[in-house]
């Protein structure tokens, strides 16, 4: 397929650099988009290493599958959904190591939106990550990418109750770690 790629965004110039084979192109769009998919990576993980591993694996799946990509559609979008797919199956691959709790056990809990005001998103983003893996996987596939319980469920292979749960369970450990943190005075 012959493309002009004086016509492509730089990112997808790269990606069509890569689908030929060019590692310099590789590494371009891997130094180019480190940052906004390590961010996407960090917020799915409890360490930086971890963090690196699903960003690696995300990566290979981006320079293997570049034919996927559909150049009608946002480019940061399809590598951020690739992320969360990586990060998704590295749950999985540990999820014998988690607990999920079902939704008899939930409690309704909701955010206090002053709060969230006086946090900085290093702070929110730190505190995230120490939330347990299954917690904090429906907490941002709920929360921060939008998804429905549904959609949660039938992605970590978990019931909608279990979704609902882990999300109220999520929520409650952020409010106790912002009281921890002094944060309650926002109330």
Known sequence: MNVNTATLSEPEALLHGCRNGNRKSQELLYKQC??????VCLRYTRTRDEAIEVLNDGF?????KTEKY?????FKGWL?????NSALDHYRRQ????FHEDVETATNVHADETVLNHLAHNELIA?????SPAYRLVFNLYAIDGFAHEEIAEQLNISVGTSKSNLARAREQ??????QEGYDKYE
């Open 34 to 39: 480190y940052g906004y998919a390590m961010s």
């Open 60 to 64: 290979l799946k981006v320079f293997t």
């Open 70 to 74: 559909d150049p009608g559609k946002s």
């Open 80 to 84: 951020r959904r690739i992320m969360i």
């Open 95 to 98: 999820s014998k190591h988690y």
């Open 127 to 131: 505190m995230v990550q120490r939330l």
């Open 174 to 179: 952020l409010r106790n770690m912002l009281k």
